[in-house]
């Protein structure tokens, strides 16, 4: 694959103005699929799953199945709406979006077209800096997700050169929600920034909802960026690419980047842009072409004749309504308020996304501070170490069960680090791993005396330096009883008996 010539950033902002539009899939965790009985377990299991086990005659397209509609995706995809400032459609319809989906055994998806359940709606956006920006809703419509093909016999694990493929439909009916924007002026040199923004605001809101994992590297939330350029002082639209799947909040901002330079240099040439997909490579954090670009007309919608329209009673609304979380960014205030943390602080916990486990770590017993330190801290390194999230590595509660045996005196920071190691190894919880790998602080008088002499022993001239006011001696003594005790002495009363020796 050629690679492409990039304008550099600034010089195409010079140029063109950007416009951006985003369409983010969200997976309902509903029990079971959208149209039929099949289960829709937790992520853990879903992926654990024996491929085409997750099925039943409706997510295969079979002759005399019928589909029926998901109460609780209707419930959830109305408070996504909601969510989102959107109105509520009194009624609203299912259509048929003829397309060759080979994951799809039906040969065609059932989604919502012109009667979507939400529309006319907005988000408000936090940039890094606080910066509010507020991005329209167009619409936000029910569907079904396709299945999943697996490419064999190529180098890449990609369609091109593949021998064969194979299908699992065991994603195939799993309840989507699809938030499309409207077009978005005016982010300017920010464009990238927003894209990441608004989809990690997106995360935010239904994961406060609780109706999705939400995690983009497990597919829960795929976000498809569409970008534009239009030279500077015309009002002509340019011709959109979709760069789709993207699948961590960097990418998105990477990708939608990427295209900017990429569209702003062909312009720049005398070329044409073309509209299609793009998919994103996160090897090279490059776009490549997938295929031209339909239009609506081109899907030939026609309204689900096997399906009635959706009709939500107003009261089902209202109950929704009232039932709705804090939206992220009031609810962000309002905890760096709570914990005193500073904008920088803050930003640590909001865009490493460990707002909510920090938020449990504190609810389990530590302080903001010390919450915060565990997760950006050494939590965080160990699980970029590992190539896994932080949340996989210890529970919030176990987080702040280590940080109270600091808080006690039983451990010093340095051997929690060590409690924590045992924990992540799955060695118990950090009582347990104190106890078995005998790890607390020795506090006992008459051992750190025996090791206090021994030092002193060592190093005969340094209680007269004491004596004479040179109390900062003493730090060599507290570093050698620390060493000789494998770090598990209680420095300050090592100190004090050093200074009460000295005091005779």
Not at 14 to 19: A, G, S, T, W
Not at 74 to 91: N, P, Y
Request: proline share 5%.
């Amino acid at each position: 694959m050629a690679t492409a010539k990039l304008m550099d950033f600034d010089k195409a902002l010079e140029l063109f103005e950007p416009v951006l539009g985003f369409e983010v899939h969200v997976e309902l965790n509903t029990n079971t699929k959208m149209f039929s009985d099949a289960p829709n377990p937790a992520n853990e299991t879903f992926h654990a799953a024996e491929p085409n086990t997750l099925i039943a005659p409706v997510d295969l397209g079979l002759p005399g199945s019928l589909p029926v509609v998901n109460e609780t995706a209707i419930r959830s995809s109305i408070s996504l709406g909601l969510a989102l400032g959107c109105s509520i459609a009194e009624s609203s319809r299912f259509a048929r979006k003829n397309y060759f989906y080979p994951d799809l055994g039906k040969n065609y998806q059932i989604s919502q077209y012109d009667e979507p359940i939400a529309y006319d709606g907005s988000v408000e956006v936090e940039l890094e800096d606080g910066t509010l920006i507020t991005i329209p809703i167009e619409r936000a419509h029910m569907e079904e997700d396709a299945g999943k093909l697996t490419h064999m016999g190529g180098a890449t694990g990609r369609i091109q050169g593949a021998e064969y493929s194979l299908v699992d439909y065991n994603r195939a009916g799993v309840p989507l929600v699809e938030i499309v924007t409207n077009i978005i002026y005016g982010t300017e040199h920010r464009a990238p920034e927003v894209a990441k923004a608004y989809v990690q605001a997106i995360r935010d809101i239904v994961r406060g909802l609780g109706i999705s994992e939400a995690r983009l590297e497990r597919g829960n939330l795929r976000c498809d960026a569409n970008v534009s350029l239009r030279p500077r002082g015309t009002d002509k639209l340019g011709t959109r690419t979709e760069t789709k799947n993207v699948n961590s909040m960097r990418s998105v901002e990477r990708a939608v980047k990427y295209e900017i330079q990429r569209q702003a240099q062909i312009l720049a040439d005398g070329g044409t842009i073309t509209q299609e997909t793009r998919h994103w490579h996160e090897d090279t954090g490059t776009t490549s072409p997938g295929r031209p670009k339909s239009d609506a007309d081109d899907y030939r919608y026609f309204p689900e004749p096997d399906l009635l329209p959706v009709e939500p009673a107003a009261e089902l609304i209202e109950e929704l309504r009232a039932a709705l979380p804090e939206q992220p960014v009031a609810r962000r205030r309002r905890l760096m308020t709570e914990w005193g943390f500073t904008d920088l602080e803050f930003q640590d916990v909001r865009n490493g996304g460990l707002l909510e486990v920090v938020e449990a770590t504190i609810a389990a017993g530590a302080a903001p501070a010390s919450a915060r330190k565990w997760w950006t801290g050494e939590i965080s390194r160990l699980a970029n170490a590992q190539e896994k999230e932080a949340t996989e590595l210890i529970s919030p509660e176990n987080v702040a069960a280590l940080q109270q045996l600091v808080d006690a005196g039983t451990l010093t920071d340095k051997l929690a680090r060590q409690v924590l190691e045992g924990v992540i190894a799955g060695e118990g919880t950090p009582q347990e791993v104190v106890d078995a790998r005998g790890l607390a602080v020795v506090s006992d008088d008459g051992a750190l005396i025996a090791a206090i002499d021994e030092a002193l022993a060592a190093q005969p001239d340094v209680m007269a330096k004491i004596k004479d006011g040179k109390v900062q001696a003493a730090g060599a003594v507290i570093g050698a009883v620390m060493k000789a005790m494998k770090g598990q002495a209680d420095a300050a009363r090592v100190r004090e008996l050093i200074l009460e020796r000295a005091a005779q």
